[in-house]
């Protein structure tokens, strides 16, 4: 068994230094916020409608937590495409936000030809490649990085940039209103619980190992499930699945009676920032799960704001599935059968 203490027995299994680019998510956050805060939009970006997100994988982590977090205090309809088209009703007061990490999707290119078609207001977001060819040719606006804070390179690791870059865009362009002094702070609360977070996850990913993890969450944190749920895929190459609160309380309860044979592990993102009749749902739910007899693990964030919240979530994830990943002797970096696929796609 690999010492997971041991950085030198790490980089054997981890040769492009994944767990490095995972201790620098607050130095990323932090970059990508002041960069994106030195950006001059046009005025009429406030004059919007509807807002269509486009990405594929790590890349729509941001509009996951931008919708989870804001999404019900907006005052116009937000829309995801992880696919090749965008709806028939984009026009010209949609705001069509473009981010791939590569800047090579090829989904994400399919929908900005469609977009400047349709006449959409664009905000694209990536690291370089023909999207920011394309930002630059049309000149758009644009947060275009330089992943420096990213020294392995996978997308998934750069959430910093994707992430807090989407929601400085917004902001700044005037779509939303966030708070900045609100965000500063939890990237700096951030900054001095990440050692505790990081071990935290060390030894909790024993508990982990062989099992199906279920991720359960609500509200706030309910883009932080469909990321964690796609950490444990890619970075630790294991299944996982993810339900969220109050829904999964008018269907998943009945499943949870068979197989009365399996390797579940409901895992439940809380917090004291959950609604009360939430909390009220998270407590009933852990008890039900827990009286078909599966095991549960619970993390539960800070609750001192919701941007703390889901900052801790997301650092408390990616070094519980990298560390997940090693014990399973993977390299977490890589992704070999989506490798495959793209290939065989060509």
Request: glycine share 6%; aromatic share 10%.
């Amino acid at each position: 068994m690999i010492d997971l203490t041991n950085k030198e027995e790490i980089k054997k299994i981890d040769p492009r230094d994944t767990l490095s680019s995972t201790e620098l998510i607050a130095d990323q956050l932090e970059t990508a916020w002041k960069e994106v805060n030195a950006i001059a939009f046009p005025d009429d970006f406030k004059n919007i409608r509807t807002i269509v997100f486009c990405g594929m994988g790590a890349s729509i982590y941001g509009a996951l937590v931008f919708r989870a977090l804001l999404g019900s205090s907006l005052a116009f309809p937000t829309d995801v495409v992880s696919d090749y088209h965008l709806p028939e009703y984009v026009d010209e007061s949609t705001l069509v936000v473009l981010t791939s990490y590569s800047g090579t999707t090829e989904e994400v290119l399919s929908c900005a030809e469609e977009a400047r078609a349709k006449n959409a207001k664009i905000v694209v977001l990536t690291k370089g490649g023909p999207l920011a060819d394309f930002a630059k040719a049309n000149n758009l606006a644009r947060y275009i990085f330089d992943g420096k804070l990213n020294p392995a390179g996978v997308p998934r690791l750069g959430n910093g940039y994707t992430i807090l870059g989407l929601l400085g865009l917004l902001n700044k362009a005037g779509v939303i209103t966030i708070e900045e002094h609100e965000v500063e702070q939890a990237v700096e609360r951030l900054r001095e619980k990440l050692p505790d977070l990081k071990n935290h996850a060390l030894s909790d990913s024993e508990i982990f190992e062989q099992r199906i993890s279920i991720i359960i969450a609500a509200e706030h944190l309910a883009g932080n499930a469909q990321i964690l749920r796609n950490q444990f895929n890619e970075t630790s190459k294991s299944f996982s699945a993810y339900y969220l609160i109050p829904d999964l309380n008018h269907h998943l309860m009945e499943g949870l009676q068979f197989p009365t044979k399996h390797d579940l592990h409901f895992f439940v993102l809380n917090s004291p920032n959950y609604s009360p009749k939430i909390q009220k749902r998270v407590e009933l739910t852990i008890d039900v799960i827990r009286q078909n007899k599966h095991v549960v693990h619970e993390f539960a964030a800070s609750g001192q704001t919701v941007y703390d919240d889901f900052l801790e979530v997301l650092a408390y994830g990616s070094f519980l599935t990298l560390y997940l990943a090693l014990r399973y002797g993977q390299n977490p970096a890589i992704n070999p059968w989506v490798d495959w696929f793209k290939e065989k796609l060509k």
